[in-house]
């Protein structure tokens, strides 16, 4: 059957719809395999920068040394001017504190400094003292640096010492019979402090031994004797330098004597005045304690803390690690130091 002209004209317009559609969806198609194609690469690099870590031994070693430097240095920071961690080694300030006591000390109170030790290697390091709030005050517990033995200019190694401030500057110390007076007034005896009954006589040779050379002191006896302060003046002889010369060494000057005059820094002088504060420190446990009365004057300066608490106790000197939590004395976890 013949078909009319207007059935022909829309066939035709059909077919024509048919090709068009086609061409529409093959070209989404192909726009959206570009699409899926362009976005492939941007994953793939968002992926590996996500996932951006050192790949070689030695990145990942550099990266490991910048972490724990870092955290070296901030211990370091922290250490120097809040608080640090210090462990008693001996039993002179029994039972206020005891061997093997961890104490966390309070060094905000005399003046945060920046690092004044590298840890573990024990290496000192020039430093600076911030001021503080106040100074040690009598009856204080102190952590300090230790100034050496009584014949030591300078200490053999850099070391923290705990002991009690008994005296400050301008006070004058006696001992009789162990008991201390602080400008002729009797000083309290420390709650948890220990001492025997036994008073070391006065031509023991404990008197040899004792801070300063000469004085013929002995530990139960001992004084009267001013602690220095900023400003004295001493007066300085033949007779009495050998009582002064490491004292003076201490505050940094050379001291020598010839044709019986005195030369400090190579300048003749018969006085001496003080450049800094002292304190004096004694341990509670009197009789077992070797501290002021034995090397002398404690520099206010070189005072860096005072204990807080104990955080952990047990004996330190025991070689095995099981031996030594045996030991751990859960009654003094969490004591407060006074």
Not at 56 to 67: D, P, Q
Not at 211 to 216: E, L, Q, Y
Not at 301 to 319: C, F, K, M, Q, R
Request: proline share 7%.
């Amino acid at each position: 059957m013949a078909k009319s002209l207007d059935q022909i004209r829309a066939e035709a317009k059909r077919d024509a719809d048919r090709k068009k559609n086609g061409k529409s969806s093959s070209k989404g198609k192909a726009a959206n395999e570009r699409i899926s194609l362009e976005k492939k690469p941007t994953n793939e690099k968002n992926t590996q920068s996500d996932g951006d870590f050192p790949q070689t031994f030695g990145e990942l070693a550099l990266s490991w040394t910048r972490t724990i430097l870092g955290a070296f240095v901030m211990v370091m920071i922290l250490n120097g001017v809040l608080v640090a961690s210090f462990v008693v080694p001996t039993g002179s300030m029994e039972t206020t504190v005891m061997t093997g006591d961890f104490l966390f000390v309070n060094k905000f109170l005399f003046g945060p400094s920046t690092p004044q030790m590298i840890p573990i290697l024990n290496i000192p390091l020039p430093y600076y003292r911030f001021p503080g709030l106040r100074k040690p005050e009598k009856g204080d517990v102190i952590v300090f640096i230790f100034p050496g033995n009584r014949d030591e200019a300078k200490p053999q190694e850099f070391q923290y010492y705990l002991k009690r401030c008994v005296a400050t500057a301008g006070d004058t110390l006696t001992i009789r019979n162990k008991q201390i007076f602080i400008n002729s007034v009797a000083s309290a005896f420390p709650p948890e402090g220990r001492t025997s009954s036994f008073i070391e006589p006065s031509d023991s040779d404990d008197r040899f031994r004792t801070f300063p050379i000469g004085a013929g002191f002995t530990r139960d006896n001992y004084g009267p004797i001013r602690i220095p302060k900023q400003g004295d003046i001493i007066e300085l002889t033949p007779v009495n330098l050998a009582q002064w010369e490491i004292f003076i060494r201490r505050e940094g000057h050379e001291i020598t004597i010839g044709d019986g005059k005195i030369l400090i820094d190579g300048k003749e002088s018969t006085r001496y005045t003080v450049q800094r504060d002292y304190c004096f420190g004694m341990g509670d446990n009197r009789d077992n304690s070797l501290d002021s009365r034995y090397w002398g004057f404690v520099p206010v300066a070189d005072v860096v803390g005072t204990p807080l608490i104990v955080y952990w106790s047990w004996e330190t000197n025991l070689p095995n690690l099981f031996d030594k939590f045996a030991t751990l004395r859960p009654s003094r976890l969490g004591k407060v130091i006074h």
